[in-house]
């Protein structure tokens, strides 16, 4: 089998989908009806979930540095009740995703076989 080389413009859109979907969620944060304390505690956790990734952590790594968000969130003075319970639902909603993505949809994905079609 001969391997077929991609233009380099195939992976230009790679970088711009990226770069819209970190703009979306800015904008989402931006647009929530939550006090600006709530919304730089969100913002602070997907640029942690994002340094993660591009890291490539493991679970383990990710879960602590979740669960350490989650004790500033609660020594955070300048969250009101309702806003630190919006940050710990995202929090949590976060870690429980990269546990089920990293732990029960990736190994399911690698043990298919694979298909060569020709």
């Known amino acids: 089998m001969e391997r077929i080389a991609m233009p380099l ?3 230009s859109t790679v970088n ?3 770069r819209q979907s970190n703009e979306s969620i800015q ?3 931006a647009n929530c009806p939550y006090e600006e304390p709530v919304k730089a505690a969100l913002d602070s956790l ?3 979930i994002k340094r993660l990734s591009d890291r490539d952590s493991p679970y ?3 879960k602590a540095m979740i669960v350490n968000f989650e004790r500033r969130v ?3 003075n300048l969250l009101s009740p309702e ?3 919006i940050a710990l639902k995202a929090a949590s909603v976060a870690r429980y995703s990269i546990y089920y993505w990293m732990n029960t949809l990736q190994p399911r994905l690698r043990r298919r076989p ?3 079609k020709t």
Do not use: A, Y
């Open 9 to 11: 413009s195939f992976f």
């Open 16 to 18: 711009q989908t990226v």
């Open 27 to 29: 904008t989402l944060i």
């Open 46 to 48: 997907v640029q942690l």
């Open 60 to 62: 383990p790594v990710i």
């Open 74 to 76: 609660m020594q955070n």
């Open 83 to 85: 806003g630190r319970e």
């Open 114 to 116: 694979l298909s060569l």
